[in-house]
C-alpha cells in the first residue's frame, strides 16, 4: 500500500457535485492499493498515517499527530499511485490491485483509521470521478509505502 498524505487546513471530496466527505484542519490521505497488499501492509500504514507527528507543537516544531490537535483524516482511493511510466508516455497501472481486492481493503483502512482515532473517517467513492478541493497547509506532503519502509 502506498499513499500520499498531505496536511491541509482543510479538504472536500465531490462527486457529482456532491460532498461525500469533507474536514477541517488535518490530513488528506491518497491511498493505492497493489495487488501484492496484505493486512500486515493495512496495519503498518495505519499506524504510520495515524501517528505520522507533522502538526507544530507550542515550540513550532512538527511534533504532533492529528489526534493530538484534533484534526480530521479525509481519504481518497487513488489507484494512480500505483502507476509506472517504464515503456513510456502513457502511464500503465498493472501493478494496482483491481476492484475485488482493493476495495475491501480500502474499506478496511478507514474503518482502521476511524478506530486508531476514535471518530469517523470521511472519505471519496471508490472508483468515482472525485474532485478533490485541499488547501495545503505548509506545505506539507509525505509518501509512505508498506513495501518501502524506509522511503
Not at 502538526?55 to 500505483?82: C, H, R
Request: negative net charge; glycine residues 10%.
Amino acid at each position: 500500500m502506498r499513499v500520499v498524505v498531505q496536511r491541509v487546513s482543510s479538504a472536500a471530496c465531490r462527486v457529482d457535485g456532491v460532498v461525500t466527505g469533507e474536514i477541517g484542519r488535518g490530513l488528506l490521505v491518497f491511498l493505492g492499493i497493489e495487488k501484492t497488499d496484505t493486512a500486515d501492509d493495512l496495519a503498518w500504514l495505519v499506524q504510520k498515517v495515524c501517528k505520522v507527528r507533522v502538526f507544530e507543537d507550542e515550540a513550532g516544531k512538527m511534533n504532533l499527530p492529528v489526534s493530538e490537535i484534533g484534526g480530521g483524516v479525509l481519504v481518497i482511493s487513488q489507484f494512480t499511485l500505483y502507476g509506472h511510466l517504464k515503456k513510456g508516455t502513457r502511464p500503465s497501472f498493472n501493478r494496482s490491485a483491481p476492484p475485488d481486492m482493493a476495495v475491501p481493503l480500502y474499506e478496511a483502512f478507514i474503518e482502521a483509521v476511524s478506530a486508531e482515532l476514535g471518530q469517523p473517517v470521511p472519505s471519496g467513492i471508490f472508483g468515482a470521478d472525485m474532485k478533490i478541493d485541499a488547501a495545503n497547509d505548509g506545505p506539507v506532503t509525505l509518501v509512505m509505502d508498506s513495501r518501502q519502509r524506509d522511503f
